[in-house]
């Protein structure tokens, strides 16, 4: 399949199938019901259907955007943006500066080298357990890497989207909007209140010990 100049969308239902473009012809998405692999000057890939996929981005900036299964998204080089939907779906940045948020179920993502952030929504979640809760792999402040909740309202019974309060180890005091550290089995956990019972209504595995800071966050 050639498309030529302009904006073009590809479907691809066939592991054998191509898109080809040169370099300057527009935004290009692929939407594959297969596993997939971007060919060069291609930008967009989005998975379709309900099957356990793999997508593959290119060199360049891509989007990836995951389906309905268990995937497995790579960027490659680029500044890239990973997308999990439905599905224990497993990110990876690879290359440059990536965005990763992995959607519903219990997600694991690795940044890769570069300064990747690590976006949740409130729909975004796994479990409250360690066994079901979204798994960020290679987290790390020197390289630049920040866990974004910037999309995640800290407290719902009040209008509009507040910003969380981060209050290190200590323990939640029962005020809504508060984000906490704790270390089990070796590892660190962010656990956020988000409507003031003092319990966590969220987890994030942070694999490693890290000594996390306000600025380790965006709110």
């Given at each position: 399949?050639?498309?030529?100049?302009?904006?073009?969308?590809?479907?691809?239902?066939?592991?054998t199938?191509?898109?080809?473009e040169?370099?300057?012809e527009g935004t290009d998405?692929?939407?594959a019901?297969?596993?997939?692999?971007?060919?060069?000057?291609?930008?967009?890939?989005?998975?379709?259907?309900t099957?356990?996929?793999?997508?593959y981005?290119?060199?360049?900036d891509?989007?990836?955007?995951?389906?309905?299964?268990?995937?497995?998204?790579?960027?490659r080089g680029?500044v890239?943006?990973?997308?999990?939907?439905?599905?224990?779906?497993?990110?990876?940045?690879e290359?440059?500066?990536d965005?990763?948020?992995?959607?519903?179920g219990?997600?694991?993502?690795?940044?890769?080298?570069?300064a990747?952030?690590?976006?949740?929504?409130?729909?975004?979640?796994?479990?409250?357990a360690?066994?079901?809760?979204?798994?960020?792999?290679?987290?790390?402040?020197t390289?630049?890497?920040?866990?974004d909740?910037?999309a995640?309202?800290?407290?719902a019974s009040?209008?509009?989207?507040?910003?969380?309060?981060?209050?290190?180890d200590?323990?939640?005091s029962?005020?809504?909007g508060?984000l906490?550290?704790?270390?089990?089995?070796?590892?660190?956990?962010?656990?956020?209140?988000?409507?003031g019972?003092?319990?966590a209504?969220?987890?994030?595995?942070?694999?490693?010990?890290?000594?996390?800071?306000?600025?380790?966050f965006?709110?």
């Amino acid at each position: 399949m050639i498309g030529g100049t302009g904006n073009d969308r590809y479907v691809v239902t066939d592991i054998t199938d191509n898109a080809i473009e040169l370099a300057g012809e527009g935004t290009d998405r692929v939407l594959a019901s297969v596993n997939h692999q971007l060919r060069d000057y291609i930008e967009e890939l989005e998975l379709s259907g309900t099957a356990d996929l793999r997508g593959y981005g290119n060199g360049l900036d891509n989007l990836i955007i995951g389906n309905g299964g268990a995937n497995l998204l790579y960027g490659r080089g680029g500044v890239d943006t990973l997308r999990g939907a439905a599905g224990n779906d497993i990110l990876f940045g690879e290359d440059g500066n990536d965005l990763l948020t992995g959607g519903a179920g219990s997600d694991r993502m690795y940044g890769g080298s570069g300064a990747d952030r690590f976006l949740f929504t409130s729909s975004d979640f796994g479990g409250t357990a360690t066994g079901s809760a979204d798994r960020i792999h290679d987290f790390s402040a020197t390289d630049g890497d920040l866990i974004d909740l910037s999309a995640v309202d800290a407290n719902a019974s009040v209008a509009g989207d507040q910003a969380f309060n981060f209050v290190g180890d200590a323990a939640f005091s029962g005020v809504a909007g508060e984000l906490r550290t704790a270390v089990i089995a070796g590892n660190s956990y962010l656990q956020g209140d988000t409507n003031g019972d003092g319990a966590a209504d969220f987890w994030i595995r942070v694999d490693g010990l890290h000594a996390f800071v306000a600025g380790d966050f965006i709110f």
